[in-house]
């Protein structure tokens, strides 16, 4: 039961976050990729830190930043790149590359074994999400493949090194310092290689709260409390219930149709998630 109850409280994470391209499309000003990744960090960073009132110290300094700048710093900016430059599809697809990456980075990181059934998922997952997410539009913008092939690469091994470096404190003070050191690294190349924000309206402010505080504060707790209880290679495939959130979200909010081919997406995801996690389990009991 503990597990089943990590596992959904885990899941909570994808699906919120599948509403990031949405709110970045529709309420975030357009082109300023770093600036609004280090305004989802560093504030959720600085309210985490508040609240828990721990500050890193010694090795864990560094290895704070390196995963803020993994998970977060190089992730978030090249997903805000992939975002403004490509269409949904295209991006969650290639992200959907994730979970196999992160088998990979777990094998050789962390001796942990990798079997066909969770390859197989892996593999199932990009193709359901492919099937979720293309709507007829194909377009191959080399900058925003390559930056959602990155991002994809540098949540993979923040995630697997998350769990490699298990910090002596709580989930949240973790996510607290690992948002900081990422806003942190955000902030003089928004400041530096980006222009001025224009006068932020009603909606940009209700976009940036929205992905800081719950895209980012909140998601990231479960997630980290996630891995800290269950494996990466565990937790990871949930990740591809985020283009199915996206999905559902454009249907509902913006009267987006739902074809069948996108239902047997959603159906052929999920079987993958499943798969992965029995994968999991068969690996755990031999």
């Known amino acids: ?27 975030l000003p357009q082109g300023y990729p770093l600036t609004a990744a280090m305004l989802r960090a560093l504030p959720a960073g600085v309210l985490l830190l508040v609240l828990t009132r721990s500050l890193p110290s010694g090795i864990w300094i560094l290895r704070s930043l390196i995963l803020g700048a993994l998970n977060f710093s190089l992730f978030w900016w090249l997903l805000f790149v992939a975002a403004y430059r490509l269409p949904g599809g295209v991006a969650a697809t290639v992200g959907a590359i994730q979970p196999l990456v992160v088998l990979l980075l777990c094998r050789v990181l962390l001796d942990q074994p990798v079997t066909r059934l969770a390859l197989l998922a892996g593999f199932g997952g990009i193709l359901g999400v492919a099937l979720v997410s293309f709507v007829g539009e ?14 994809a690469m540098s949540m993979a091994l923040g995630t697997v090194m998350t769990r490699k470096w298990h910090p002596p404190v ?20 928004a400041l530096w290689l980006e222009p001025s924000l224009p006068a932020l309206s009603t909606e940009h402010l209700v976009g940036f709260s929205y992905l800081g505080l719950f895209g980012g504060a909140l998601t990231y707790f479960l997630w980290f409390r996630g891995i800290s209880r269950l494996s990466p290679s565990t937790v990871t495939p949930l990740a591809l219930l985020s283009p199915i959130s996206a999905v559902c979200l454009g ?11 996108q239902m047997a997406g959603i159906a052929l995801v999920l079987l993958s998630v499943w798969l992965g996690q029995h994968s999991q389990l068969k690996v755990a009991r031999s």
Do not use: H
């Open 170 to 189: 709580s989930a949240l003070c973790f996510t607290a310092w690992q948002l900081l050191g990422g806003g942190l690294l955000l902030l003089p190349a």
């Open 138 to 151: 194909l377009s191959l913008d080399r900058i925003g493949m390559l930056a959602a092939l990155a991002g």
């Open 1 to 27: 039961m503990s597990r089943n109850l990590d596992l959904t409280l885990t899941a909570v994470a994808p699906t919120i976050w599948g509403s990031t391209y949405l709110v970045t499309t529709e309420l």
């Open 251 to 261: 249907w509902v909010l913006l009267k987006q149709n739902l074809s069948a081919m």
